[in-house]
């Protein structure tokens, strides 16, 4: 949540920068850094919730869980990019343009900096509920390998 909390910072600062060059690729290099943290964790806790499922119903379901994600990402592209096309749309983008409107310009900006700060703001959320902390991993884990022994 952290990590998340961090990668938010640039993302904002670059929708209100100007169009200092040197500035812009600095703070898309912080937030690209960043991003990977909160990128890798979350893969990391796919595997958490595996065994939570193990943990909670007995069933191990990796497959099921793993294409899941990979369904929701799929949508995710499918709709941003559907997204993008009608606020481009809405805000005036006019194709092989040499010049775009303010407002074209300022949703550009918006989708390029403040989606990801919407996005980011929503996983915090979410990670609020989260009840798997290395505490409860740990005992859940315990368990598991006590109905595996029991098994046997």
Avoid: H
Wanted: positive net charge; glycine residues 8%.
């Amino acid at each position: 949540m952290a990590s998340t909390c961090l990668v938010i910072i640039p993302y904002v600062v670059l929708f209100f920068t100007g169009t200092s060059i040197s500035a812009i690729i600095a703070l898309i290099l912080v937030a690209t850094g960043l991003a990977t943290i909160t990128g890798t964790v979350g893969w990391n806790l796919l595997t958490d919730c595996i065994d939570y499922g193990e943990w909670k119903f007995g069933i191990r379901g990796e497959g099921t869980i793993s294409s899941s994600l990979t369904f929701a990402n799929k949508v995710g592209m499918a709709l941003g990019g559907s997204l993008t096309t009608m606020i481009l749309a809405a805000s005036g983008y006019v194709a092989n343009a040499a010049v775009q409107s303010d407002a074209t310009l300022t949703a550009i900006k918006a989708m390029k900096f403040l989606c990801p700060v919407a996005g980011y703001v929503c996983s915090i959320i979410a990670m609020m509920f989260y009840c798997i902390t290395p505490k409860f991993y740990t005992q859940m884990m315990k368990e598991i390998s006590e109905r595996k022994m029991k098994e046997q």
